[in-house]
């Protein structure tokens, strides 16, 4: 069995080598018999589970044939597609995991993670993310129609954008007492969202942050349980 990690792709038809480089990864991975965890922003933008787009349906027919290969799609909400839900899982039967999530791989405890709730100096996020998350507001966006839905969408891109241009680095990264509380019960953490992919050794124990899917590759994460005694190691995805 293959423990195979990503975050961060973005996917959108803007940017379809993106969506090809997710397709051959599944490919690649389909006779492995993997268990496949997406730790948040999969999407650029999620508008809802009622979205239908062509290249999507490209996404969705590569899903199935992963899933009934044998293996298994794990996902987590971001912080760009906080609103897909069961409904889109379900054409592929993928599952979909709590904010924060632990996993057991032989004798390793982690803990999964997007990694938002990290960067707690950003307290500007973190307010937005409390009001966004709210399930009653998320519910009334949701019953809005799918036109309203994508100028908000790309509203709040277009904020993000500006914002990121004003802030920090140290602001947007993650908070290191909030790793410390995160590794308390753990042995290795696992989360993207910063887009700095790099494994760290803090507080006695490991994090690993995924990589964002560039323009050419990504840094992933694959774990054999098999082969657990030695070093764990990013891995760079060409696509």
Known sequence: MTYLFIADLHLSPEYPRLARGFLDLLAHYQNKNTQLYILGDWFNAWIGDDYTAPWLDDVIQALEQFNQAGNQVYFQVGNRDFALGKRFLKQFNGILLPDVDTLKIGHIQIRLEHGDLLCTDDVSYQKFR??????????FLKSMPLS???????????KSTETKQVKSYAIMDV????????????DLLIHGHTHRPEIHHEFGKTRIVLGDWREHEAQILEI???KLEQKLELKTWAY
């Open 175 to 186: 908070n290191q007492h909030a790793v410390e509380q995160s590794l308390q019960s753990v």
């Open 130 to 139: 409390k009001i966004i998350r709210n399930p009653v507001l998320l519910g």
């Open 148 to 158: 309203f839905r994508q100028k908000l969408a790309n509203g709040f891109r277009k």
């Open 224 to 226: 054999d349980p098999s």
